[in-house]
Every structure is written in C-alpha cells, then in structure tokens.
C-alpha cells in the first residue's frame, strides 16, 4: 500500500511547478519521506491539495491584462469615449476595433492588442479617457501569452483535468460577428475547422460548416479579402489580373432552419389596426370583363405626346378618371358612415387613392380631386406620387383624405370569381390587365350587360379588363344585394363614356 | 471646370491601370492624387481606401478634392442638431457623415479639401497646415494668414478660411482640411441651422465662426493657381519628385473595394443610425378650426440608433382623449426618426379613426410630424 502511494504522488509531483510545490507541500515532502505510517491519509490529503493547486493553476493560467489606452500623439492627455464596439463578456481577437474617442477634432479607433475576453469597460460612453490609464481589462487566453508551464507527461490520475486543461489551451479563436454567427445557429465552435491565422475561426469557416450540415446554398466568398500593402521593394507587386476582378454577385439566402423573433414596430403595428378596423365593415364582391382593345391603341396614340410633356401614361389615369366619372353618377360610392351608422356623408371631392408597393411597406396616397382634373393631370399627379413614394417621401397630406380607392394587382389573374367573405380585406376596386387571348368572361354581370357592351359600346376598356368591385368602407350591411344594380351601372358606365371621342379636351 | 481641374495640375498625366503602379513608386516618398470625382461619398470612400490600403509607413500621400454642394457632418455628431434636413432636401443637398471627428461644414465647388495621409508616427497636424499657410503666403504675401492653436486657419486674424479634422487608426492616419476660395456663403447660413427645436445630446456640438472667401479679399487668386501652389509646396516640403495624378474615385479596378465602402457611407445606417442617443422635448401647438380653439401639448422624444425608443405626447385630456394620444405615441415606437416614415405610420392609424376627434387627431399628427424636421 505504501509502494502504491509513493507512485501516486511521484506521479503527481511531476505534473506540478517547482513554484506549488514549494508552496503546497514544503514541509509535507519531508514528514512524507521520513514518516510513512498513515500513508494513506497523507495520501488522501494530498490528492485534495494536489487537486486544489491543479484547479488553482488552470485559473493562473488565464492571467487578465490592462490595456491602457496609448498615446494618441501631439501632447494629447485625454480623450472623450465616443462609442463601444464591445461590452464586458465579448470576445475580441487582436486587431480588433475595441472603442471609438474623440480629441480635438480627431476620432480615433483603439484596437486590442490581444486574443481575449472583455472583463471591464473603464468608462463610460461619453467620459473622459486618460492616456496611459486602464482602458478595458483583456482575459488573454492565447498560450503565447502565458508563462511557460511544464505538463510533460500525463499520468492515468490527473488524466482528465490534463485533457480539460489542454483543450483548454488550444480554445478556439473567432472574431465577436463570427462567434455571434456561430451561435445564431447553434454550431460549436470546437467542430469548426478553423483557416485563418492561428487556426483562427473565420466566416467562411462557419458557412462551409453550415453548407456541409444543411447542403444550403452559400453566398459566394468575399472577393476583396485583406489586400497585401506593398512594401517599398521586396514584396510582391499586386499582380493586374487580381486587381481587375468582376464585381461580386448578388448573395444568396442560406437556409439556416431556425426561428426568428421580433417585435412589431411603427408603421407595421398601426397598419395591423387599420386592417382590423377594416374587417369590421361588410365585403361584397363583384367582378366583370371588359374588353380594352380600343384604349390600348388610343394609350399608344397618345404615348408620344405625354413622353413629350415629360409624363408616362399609363393605363391607371384613365381607369381613375373613368371611376371619377361614374361616381359623378352615383355618389354614394364615394360616401362614409358614421360610428354609429346613423349618418352618410357624401364627399364632394373625389380623392381617388392608389395602393403603392414602397420601401415602407404598402400606402395608399390619393390623386385629390379627381373630378377637376383632366386624364393627363392625374398621370401628372400619379407620377409625383409615385415619385415620392420610391424616395420613401410621402407626407401626410398625400396619405390622408381617400374616399375611393384603386389598386392595380397588376398581370395576375384573380382567382376564380371571387365569392364576397367577410374576412377578405381587398381594395375596393381591383384592377388586373390579363392575358389577350381570353374570351370575355361574365361576372354578375348580366349577359344583357355584355352583348350591349359588345354590340354598342366597345368604349374605353376594349382589353380583357377583369373588373373586381367592393365597396369596401363605404357601405351597410344588409344593403348588399341594393347595391348591387349601381355598380354594373357604374361598370356600363365606363363603356357608355367610351364613346366619347378621344379628341374631348375634356380628357387630355 | 472639372476638366481644368485636373488637367492643369503640376507635371505630365500618366495613365493608371492598378493601384499597385500608382502607389508602388519606390523613388518617391510621397505621392499626390486630384479626385476628378464631385461626388462626397465617392471621395469619402477613396478616403477609406486610402487610409486602409496603402502602405504609409514609407510613404505620404496628399489628396485634393472638392465636392457638389453638400452637408457634412463629423463622425459623433447629430445631423437634427447640426443641419436643416427639410430646407436641404428641396435644395437637394445631401447629408453625409465623415470617419474623422470635428464640427459640421458646407462644401461646394467652391472649396479645396486636402487630405494628408501619413503613418501614425508621422502625423504631425501642424507640419500639413504648414503646407497650406506657406502656399498661401508664396502666392499671395499680402495676405495676413495664421494658423491657430485649434488648427483652424484664419484670414486678417479674424476670418476662418480653414477647418480641420483627423483620424487615427491602427498603423494610418489622415488629417484633412477645408480651404474656402469661393464658397456660397450665405448656403452656409441658411442650411447649418437645428432641423427641428428642442433638441438635446451629448454629440460633439459645431461651434459657429464667421468665414470667408480667398477670393474675397485676393480676387486674382484663381483656383488652378491655388492647387498649384499648395502641390508645390507640399513637394517641397515632404520631398516629392512625382508629379500629381488624377484617379477616378469609382474605378474599382484601381480601387477594389471602394464601391462598397461608398455604399456604406451613403446608407441611412452609417448616416443617421450613427447619431449617439438624444432626446426631443418641445411644446405642440394645436389648433381646431370649428369650433376655433387652440391648445398646447408636450412631446418627448427618445432616439437610439436614429429610430424613436420612446415617445411620449401630452394633450390635455379634455381636447383628445389619452387613449388616441397614447395610441400615436404607440405607433412611432421602433420607427426612424424621419417625418416621412413617421406620415406613413401616423397616416396608418388616422384611417381607423372617424367622427368629430378626427380633425383634431389629424392637426395632431400634422404638428408631430412637423416636429420631426
């Protein structure tokens, strides 16, 4: 029993410094060697003690350094802490930026010197740095930082802690952005291989690894890596062909398969009460063909000319001016009910509103006063609009007042006929240019409407127009079927008018 | 005028084909570029790339540039405080927002930007505005010029011809500096003034000086003797022997990477995302037309990252009910602090809202927006 333990604490006498040794043990070694009654009680409180200053050297091992904030040149003492890139927990890799100050109008970036982890911020954004004093405290874990430690054999006992201290030692190295990457999708570090210095992490490490586990598709590798100063003889010149490269490809989405959260902000949150509102007011639904031939070619008769006065025609004018026309004829489209439905206003002004896909999200500015203007003032208006909407500029004064609205689905059939739900939010009037080929389809139309349509009045929308109609906002329930007669009224009406010559200066 | 610019620059033209003829020369410690860009993100992001790419240790550089007329601000500034975005958007001038610190100025076709690049060991303010003074007392030595202890360069003692800004990184740094030959001055006073009232930060505050024109008082001084003089003067002084080139800011074969860096500095979030946090408070003022009747209400506002992160509006609960004013404080949350995008999510709600209040919700969002520059 006595052989047994003076093995074991040989063993573990190697794995320890001369420093613990002579610490821990001292006048142990030599009551050790001298008595060996009771070895095994000696032995057991000797494993605690190894077993402590083993655990007490792994800490030691990870000494934590002041970086002191260095000297900015000019006679400079102090600086102002303008912004953090890090806080207290991240990791940082050398070179990496640490803070942002400011000194007498010049902004300096302070990078770490070291591998590490942030243990604190000396600071405050906004506070005055000294030069020479702690900046942030840096827990360096690279092995060249440490003192040399001597692990040369690993004995069967102290195995384990040995193998935690070495992976210890050889901790994986990534940037703050590519830890962050890393975690959004739950991937260990240790299984990444890293390429860049040092074994270090990098981005594209991460991505192959995620490719290799989901077979994504990966956005292609930056093409502008860190170019390679070149030195004032001996380096390499950068060679012309590298410094000509194509420009790099738009980045694909890779699938990364996990959850994402966020709150709901601003425009998006008032939009979900706006729709909601909305679904508290009857739909009915009607839909209609009209055939748009004859606009088609008077569109491109009158193109040129609108080109020429700087404005795009589209077709969106004439179909607004044509709504504006049949409301002229039936005005209680273009009204509003109270909250308690007790009272109909009806609008003189026939402010036509125009649903606008913008970076925003979807709006709805309104070409005001439809009634007054000709179809080349409302493309005129249309386009400012438009305009403003790309820009991102809309104001309140274009987004307010609609009383009637347009929205353009654009080449998209609608599907089917569409049976009026109270739980479909669409746009009042739905517009879609579809395929020329297709036979003119009946709505709820009556086949009377069409062959009059047909026979008298192929009018303004000769093209295979499917006209889709809800009132939308403006009218009670109960009063569905009432209405109904208006609006294949108002759908004969745009035909009616068709008949107008397009020479009416009325409508240029 | 653009072509003049370069064309007459000291020397014979060369072409350049990559980066690596145009800064590898190893006969001469000093290299000087004219960017025969006017676009402010384009010579920004040149800047950058400069800063970043070449090596300055055995080397100075010397850039020349000038921009359309433009807005910029320095790195910890707040654009709401420093400029007038409504008044610079009908007049089309953008904001941009610089890497180095320093207050906010107007530039135009009328004024020289030089940027000094140099090691870190080298930077030496001073030793540049040197360049700069002793040009301009060679060619005009009538002129009383003087550089000042805040690195500003004064005319007669009294006027501010120059201002400067820098930028250290890791191993670079760059020292650039306005030189106003013939500014539009009175852009200057219209556009460098608050975007909206009440305003309070911590942002590095600009602090106003009464400038003026070279041309002013040396009207003989034209502009292509200006740049010759200041490129003679920095060959001499940092001992050049190339002469001045003229480089294409956008040229990416020349530059890799510039066109990325330019798209940086051009996005909302370099450009206003950056502005440190600040807060609004000011008083409302509502009125109704029928019946007439006025009323005051108080906002505060708190910006993060340009986006609003909290909101309050306090209207007296017998002109709106709290819930509405509440519900629009609401609707702002998380969104830019922009009058546009606040329109879009004020318009939003105003839809949903009918009857008597609706006229004076509506001034109300009117005046909010209002209050957002």
Same mark, same amino acid.
Request: aromatic share 6%; hydrophobic share 35%.
């Given at each position: ?9 040989? /063993? ?64 400079? %003492? ?104 890393? %975690? ?57 062909? /590298? ?46 063909? $009209? ?75 309104? $070409? ?141 | ?98 890497? @180095? ?64 800004? @820098? ?14 030959? @013939? ?51 920095? @060959? ?138």
């Amino acid at each position: 029993m006595a052989a047994v333990t003076r093995r074991s604490f040989s /063993a573990l006498r190697v794995l320890l410094t001369q420093q613990y040794r002579r610490r821990s043990f001292g006048p142990q070694n030599l009551r050790l060697s001298r008595t060996e009654s009771a070895p095994s009680r000696w032995a057991a409180s000797l494993q605690t003690s190894c077993n402590r200053t083993l655990q007490t050297t792994v800490e030691r091992r990870r000494p934590v350094v002041q970086f002191k904030l260095s000297d900015i040149g000019e006679g400079i %003492m102090e600086v102002t802490v303008k912004e953090w890139y890090v806080k207290e927990g991240d990791r940082v890799s050398q070179f990496d930026s640490i803070c942002e100050v400011q000194s007498d109008k010049a902004s300096v970036t302070i990078t770490s010197r070291y591998d590490g982890v942030i243990r604190r911020l000396y600071y405050e954004a906004d506070a005055t740095a000294l030069v020479g004093k702690p900046l942030v405290d840096i827990e360096t874990e690279s092995a060249s930082e440490l003192s040399q430690e001597d692990v040369v054999e690993t004995p069967a006992m102290a195995r384990e802690e040995h193998t935690h201290q070495e992976i210890k030692g050889h901790k994986t190295q990534a940037t703050p952005a590519v830890r962050r990457l890393a %975690m959004e999708n739950n991937i260990k570090l240790s299984e990444v291989v890293g390429t860049g210095k040092d074994g270090r992490i990098l981005k594209e490490d991460i991505l192959n690894f995620l490719a290799k586990q989901t077979g994504a598709i990966l956005p292609p590798a930056p093409l502008f890596q860190e170019v390679q100063t070149p030195g004032p003889a001996a380096a390499p010149p950068l060679s012309a062909p /590298a410094a000509v490269r194509p420009p790099p490809a738009a980045p694909r989405p890779v699938f990364t398969g996990k959850d994402v959260t966020e709150p709901l902000k601003g425009f998006h949150k008032a939009m979900v009460k706006t729709m909601t509102a909305a679904l508290k007011i009857p739909h009915f639904g009607y839909c209609d063909e $009209v055939d748009l031939s004859r606009l088609v070619l008077l569109r491109s008769e009158l193109k040129p000319v609108a080109e020429r006065r700087g404005i795009k025609l589209s077709y969106l004018p004439f179909f607004i001016k044509a709504a504006s026309l049949s409301l002229l004829h039936f005005p209680i489209l273009n009204s509003t009910l109270d909250e308690g439905c007790q009272n109909i206003t009806f609008k003189a002004s026939h402010n036509i509103g125009v649903a606008m896909d913008t970076s925003q999200g979807l709006l709805v500015p309104s $070409v005001k006063s439809v009634q007054l203007l000709s179809v080349f003032q409302v493309a005129q208006e249309l386009t400012r609009l438009q305009a403003l909407g790309a820009a991102g500029q809309l104001g309140t004064a274009e987004l307010s007042g609609g009383t009637f609205t347009l929205s353009n689905i654009g080449s998209v059939s609608p599907p089917g006929f569409p049976t009026p739900t109270r739980s479909d939010p669409v746009r009042p009037l739905c517009v879609s240019i579809s395929d020329r080929r297709d036979v003119c389809q009946a709505g709820h139309s009556s086949s009377r409407g069409r062959h009059r349509s047909a026979g008298e009045n192929p009018g303004w929308f000769q093209n295979r127009l499917k006209c889709w109609s809800r009132p939308g906002s403006t009218l009670q329930a109960g009063s569905q079927g009432g209405h109904e007669r208006p609006q294949l009224e108002a759908v004969k009406l745009f035909q009616l008018r068709a008949t107008n010559p397009p020479e009416d200066e009325n409508l240029i | 005028m653009l072509g003049t610019f370069c064309v007459l620059s000291a020397g014979v033209q060369r072409a350049w084909s990559s980066s690596s003829c145009l800064f590898m020369d190893p006969s001469s410690p000093g290299l000087v570029l004219q960017s025969q860009s006017t676009d402010v993100f384009q010579n920004l992001a040149l800047e950058d790339w400069i800063d970043a790419h070449v090596d300055l240790q055995q080397r100075s550089v010397l850039l020349l540039w000038r921009n359309r007329p433009t807005v910029v601000i320095g790195r910890h500034q707040n654009p709401w405080a420093e400029c007038n975005l409504p008044a610079m958007r009908s007049a089309q001038v953008p904001v941009a927002r610089r890497r @180095s610190g320093g207050g906010t100025v107007y530039h135009d076709l009328g004024n020289l930007n030089l940027t000094f690049f140099a090691s870190k060991k080298a930077y030496d303010r001073r030793r540049n505005l040197k360049v700069v003074t002793d040009a301009l007392r060679r060619v005009r030595p009538q002129l009383d010029i003087q550089a000042t202890d805040r690195l500003d360069i004064l005319l007669n003692g009294h006027y501010k011809i120059s201002g400067t800004a @820098s930028r250290l990184s890791r191993k670079s740094s760059y020292h650039h500096c306005t030189l106003l030959h @013939s500014a539009d001055r009175s852009a200057i006073a219209v556009l460098l003034r608050p975007s909206c009232p009440g305003i309070r930060s911590n942002a590095t505050p600009s602090i106003p000086s009464p400038v003026a024109n070279l041309s002013d008082h040396a009207p003989s001084l034209q502009w292509e003797e200006l740049l010759e003089a200041v490129v003679q003067q920095y @060959s001499s002084e940092f001992g050049l022997t190339s002469s001045s080139q003229c480089v294409d800011p956008a040229d990416e074969a020349l530059f890799p990477g510039v066109g990325s860096m330019e798209a940086e500095l051009r996005s909302w979030e370099w450009t206003f995302g950056k502005t440190p946090k600040f807060s609004v408070e000011t008083q409302l003022e509502l009125r109704d037309e029928r019946p007439a009747a006025r009323c005051s209400a108080q906002l505060q506002l708190e910006v993060k990252n340009g986006r609003v992160e909290s909101c309050r509006v306090e209207v007296p609960a017998t002109w709106l009910p709290e819930r509405l004013s509440a519900s629009l404080a609401q609707a702002l949350l998380g969104e830019r602090f922009c009058p546009h995008r606040a329109a879009a999510a004020l318009s939003a709600l105003l839809r949903c809202e009918s009857g008597p209040l609706h006229s004076r919700l509506h001034n109300l969002c009117d005046v909010l927006v209002a209050a957002m520059g």
